[in-house]
């Protein structure tokens, strides 16, 4: 198995809070490939940031670069790498460049919030794409035009994008597949004691109905409404209606196995998405009252300054770069 073009090129550009985790499965998938027996190398990569210093990943590890932001081959393929912190830590000059170099016809993708990059570059609209599901309540607020999967990983056309962490891996061999066969993806998939890689429409989360506390299927079926109604909140008598318990039925339930009230754990799931909202996107605080269902700013305060001891005013946004389409 020899590479018929020589090896394939990769850009990987880490933005500061990156995931370690789910750039070191990405980079690994390629460098384990490289030492397979006969052929090779089959890919080659170099690492970036927006100055060309060391970047801390999110638990503080520094990861040395090759340089800075600069122009690539046609035939490169551009990664963009990020996790905590993503709209803080892009700057209109990443993103100048970013939009510049895939004019080049490149495929480009992105790991955990690295789709939120993306975005905020105005790349994805219209596009099938997933990011880690902590982002994708502000991802599809801000773009509700783009076609959010919960995958573990999408590809549409050049564009393909991850939920990071151990799913980097999986769409990495996903790429070596595609690139020199199964042979070569099932071998670095040994070498990574990885005996069972998933495909892309894995879901990213446990299903409710097999956590540990969630084992009683019409509890799940109340909380999988909830999850999918933040906007506009059901209430617990239509909850009931829809999934044949009487109120007094489903309240034992939380008791039992939430230990909390029906309404008392919709309210932490609205308010969670609000937080989320807050801290990702530059929405106003008025945008994200409504978003999460609350029909008043002074409930919607005073619900969130008693959840998090802060005023949904005051809480520190994360994604401060206004988005623009582009295209």
Same mark, same amino acid.
């Given at each position: 198995?020899?590479?018929?073009?020589?090896?394939?090129?990769?850009?990987?550009?880490?933005?500061?809070?990156?995931?370690?985790?789910?750039?070191?499965?990405?980079?690994?998938?390629?460098?384990?490939?490289?030492?397979?027996?006969?052929?090779?190398?089959?890919?080659?990569?170099?690492?970036?940031?927006?100055?060309?210093?060391?970047?801390?990943?999110?638990?503080?590890?520094?990861?040395?670069?090759?340089?800075?932001?600069?122009?690539?081959?046609?035939?490169?393929?551009?990664?963009?790498?990020?996790?905590?912190?993503?709209?803080?830590?892009?700057?209109?000059?990443?993103?100048?460049?970013?939009?510049?170099?895939?004019?080049?016809?490149?495929?480009?993708?992105?790991?955990?919030?690295?789709?939120?990059?993306?975005?905020?570059?105005?790349?994805?609209?219209?596009?099938?794409?997933?990011?880690?599901?902590?982002?994708?309540?502000?991802?599809?607020?801000?773009?509700?035009?783009?076609?959010?999967?919960?995958?573990?990983?999408?590809?549409?056309?050049?564009?393909?994008?991850?939920?990071?962490?151990?799913?980097?891996?999986?769409?990495?061999?996903?790429?070596?597949?595609?690139?020199?066969?199964?042979? $070569?993806?099932?071998?670095?998939?040994?070498?990574?004691?990885?005996?069972?890689?998933? $495909?892309?429409?894995?879901?990213?989360?446990?299903?409710?109905?097999?956590?540990?506390?969630?084992?009683?299927?019409?509890?799940? $079926?109340?909380?999988? #409404?909830?999850?999918?109604? #933040?906007?506009?909140?059901?209430?617990?008598?239509?909850?009931?209606?829809?999934?044949?318990?009487?109120?007094?039925?489903?309240?034992?339930?939380?008791?039992?196995?939430?230990?909390?009230?029906?309404?008392?754990?919709?309210?932490?799931?609205?308010?969670?998405?609000?937080?989320?909202? $807050?801290?990702?996107?530059?929405?106003?605080?008025?945008?994200?009252?409504?978003?999460?269902?609350?029909?008043?700013?002074?409930?919607?305060?005073?619900?969130?300054?008693?959840?998090?001891? #802060?005023?949904?005013?005051?809480?520190?946004?994360?994604?401060?770069?206004?988005?623009?389409?582009?295209?």
């Amino acid at each position: 198995m020899t590479p018929a073009a020589g090896p394939k090129s990769y850009a990987f550009v880490l933005i500061p809070g990156f995931s370690q985790l789910g750039f070191a499965c990405a980079l690994e998938a390629l460098s384990l490939a490289n030492r397979y027996p006969t052929g090779g190398p089959f890919y080659t990569w170099r690492v970036l940031s927006e100055t060309g210093e060391p970047v801390a990943a999110y638990n503080g590890v520094t990861t040395a670069t090759d340089g800075p932001l600069t122009e690539l081959a046609r035939d490169e393929t551009l990664v963009i790498c990020a996790g905590e912190d993503v709209g803080r830590n892009t700057s209109k000059k990443l993103l100048s460049w970013l939009r510049r170099e895939v004019r080049r016809g490149m495929d480009f993708g992105a790991l955990s919030s690295g789709t939120y990059v993306l975005a905020l570059a105005g790349l994805i609209s219209g596009k099938r794409v997933t990011t880690h599901w902590e982002y994708r309540a502000a991802l599809t607020e801000i773009l509700p035009d783009v076609i959010m999967e919960d995958n573990i990983f999408s590809n549409d056309g050049r564009v393909f994008t991850t939920a990071g962490g151990a799913a980097s891996m999986d769409m990495m061999l996903d790429r070596i597949r595609t690139d020199y066969g199964a042979d $070569l993806a099932t071998w670095v998939a040994d070498q990574m004691v990885y005996t069972n890689p998933r $495909l892309p429409d894995h879901a990213q989360r446990v299903a409710l109905i097999t956590r540990p506390r969630v084992r009683n299927q019409k509890l799940a $079926l109340a909380l999988q #409404i909830m999850t999918n109604n #933040i906007e506009d909140p059901m209430s617990p008598d239509e909850i009931c209606d829809l999934i044949g318990l009487s109120t007094r039925q489903l309240e034992r339930l939380f008791a039992r196995y939430m230990g909390s009230s029906p309404k008392r754990y919709y309210l932490r799931l609205r308010l969670a998405k609000a937080r989320d909202l $807050l801290r990702q996107t530059d929405f106003s605080v008025t945008d994200v009252c409504v978003a999460c269902g609350f029909r008043s700013l002074s409930h919607f305060s005073k619900s969130y300054r008693a959840a998090y001891g #802060i005023s949904p005013g005051l809480e520190g946004g994360t994604a401060k770069l206004v988005w623009r389409n582009t295209e």
